[in-house]
Structure formats: structure tokens, C-alpha cells
């Protein structure tokens, strides 16, 4: 029986639709993360008959014609690149991007990864770093006798160093763009790698056209509403159960088929 294919689908896509909600709940508080969500196709359908197909010797045609389906599959689970709230810390080496762009990050096999996540730090040497400790480029070196450090909306680094009065520029935090952000492949640790999908990077001075301002002392938090997700949750279960419902039924048709004697 096709029910019996067709239902199993739909559960085994609810259930997926389930685990990208909880994915977003899990990371409610996690700096710069941006939410998923499942999309959905339908399956090849199975013409019994045909819309158009000739009826008679006259030429009249099948208006609609009869078509099975044989299911639902995943299509894609994009990120929704909203922005998040911006919340202080008031920590002097956190940064939020308000607008659009990523952080560049320099991993350590050489290439270049992209993150919302600001909250940097300095290593042993002063580099300024994620907190994995990956750099944060072009490589920006802060003085172990520097008092203050601050950072422009521009993203100009300058310190103050030892019993200097003018601030000494340290270096600029340029800020990367793709032509399609959703298409970024997610690594972890708040990171993504260029695909051929996302389009190769465009660097900019951040607050320029195009590319967001930096707030130093501030954070991004998730773009996850909660309200939502619950809602999202709810209706992925309630589908599931339906899907479960359907296998059921056709298991009791099937089992009054066997029935008849």
C-alpha cells in the first residue's frame, strides 16, 4: 500500500524538521548563531491519467487528470541571516556587527573562515584572537603596555601605550560580504568556509555602503525567537502524528483486506 511509503516520508521529514528546530533552541544563547529551517519538496507523482490526454475522436481532453503522489523529501535547511540583538558587555575586545558582513578569521591550515561572533581576546603575544584562538585578520598586535584599546565604528584598532597622550593606530578589522550569506558552509565553532554557492568574498572597510558598523563592548546575540520555535515545534509534531495516524489506518485496511474470507 503507498500510504504506507508515503506516510513514512512525512514523519521522517517532520522528524528532521524537529531536530533543525532543536538545533535553533540549543543555541538560543550562542554569540552571532544564526537559525535554520527545513524546507520541503514533493516527491515524482504517478500519472494515472494524464491532464490534456485526447478523449474522444473529436478532440476533447482530460481537464485535471489523476495524479498519486509519493511523498514529501528535504530540500534544504538555509540560514536565516537576520540580525540578532545587540547586547553589551561593556568588555573592551567584544565587538557586534550591526548590518551586514562577517568577521575574517585565519585558521590554522591557512584558510580564511567568516563569523558574527566579536568576542575576541588577546594570545601570548598580544594577537588579537577568537577564543579558540584563531586570528582574527589582517593580524592585529596590541602592545603588552597598552592601556587602553578601542575600536571605531570603522573598525580602526588604536591603543593608547604607555604614557603616550595620542593614540597609536594598531591596525583596521575589514569586514567580508557574499553575494548569497545562506550559502556559507557552517564548521562549528561559529565559523563558516566560502562555497561556490555563497559567491567568493568582498572585503570592505566596515560602515562603508554595503557593509555594517562595529560597536566595540557589544555582543550579537542569536537571531532565535523562542516564541517561534515553540510554535514551529508544535506543528512539526502535530504533522508527524498525522503521518503516524495515516500508517495506522492503512495498516487496518490492510489487516480487514487479509480478513476477508
Known amino acids: 500500500m503507498k500510504a504506507l ?3 513514512a516520508s512525512g514523519m521522517m521529514a517532520q522528524e528532521l524538521n524537529v531536530e533543525v528546530i532543536s538545533n535553533n533552541i540549543a543555541n538560543m544563547r550562542t554569540t ?3 537559525r535554520q529551517r527545513a524546507e520541503f519538496q514533493d516527491l515524482l507523482y504517478q500519472d494515472l491519467r494524464r491532464q490534456g ?3 474522444s475522436d473529436t478532440g476533447t481532453v482530460v481537464p485535471t487528470g489523476v495524479h498519486i503522489g509519493s511523498g514529501v523529501k528535504t530540500a534544504a535547511t538555509p540560514r536565516v541571516m537576520s540580525q540578532g540583538n545587540i547586547l553589551m558587555t561593556e568588555k573592551d575586545l567584544d565587538v557586534a556587527i550591526r548590518g551586514d558582513g562577517f568577521f575574517r578569521i585565519r585558521m ?6 567568516y563569523s558574527r561572533d566579536g568576542s575576541f581576546e588577546r594570545d601570548s603575544i598580544g594577537q588579537l584572537v577568537t577564543v579558540d584562538g584563531y586570528i582574527v585578520e589582517p593580524g592585529i598586535t596590541v602592545p603588552d603596555d597598552a592601556r587602553a584599546i578601542s575600536i571605531d565604528a570603522e573598525g580602526l584598532v588604536q591603543a593608547f601605550v604607555a604614557t603616550d597622550s595620542d593614540p597609536v593606530d594598531l591596525g583596521q578589522i575589514d569586514l567580508a560580504r557574499f553575494v548569497n550569506p545562506a550559502g556559507l558552509e557552517s564548521i562549528g565553532d561559529n565559523l563558516y568556509l566560502e562555497t561556490p554557492s ?3 568574498e568582498q572585503t570592505g572597510t566596515a560602515a562603508s555602503e554595503g557593509y555594517g558598523m562595529l560597536q566595540q563592548g557589544y555582543l550579537e546575540q542569536a537571531n532565535v ?3 517561534s520555535e515553540i510554535s514551529e515545534l508544535i506543528a512539526a509534531q502535530r504533522a508527524y502524528e498525522m503521518n503516524s495516524r495515516v500508517i495506522s489506518a492503512a495498516d487496518e485496511m490492510m489487516q480487514s483486506t487479509s480478513n476477508i474470507t
Do not use: E, H, Q, W
Not at 108 to 113: N, Q, V, W
Open 53 to 55: 490526454a485526447s478523449t
Open 32 to 34: 552571532g548563531f544564526k
Open 198 to 200: 555563497s559567491g567568493a
Open 108 to 113: 590554522p591550515d591557512g584558510r580564511t573562515a
Open 5 to 7: 511509503l508515503i506516510a
Open 225 to 227: 525567537n523562542p516564541v
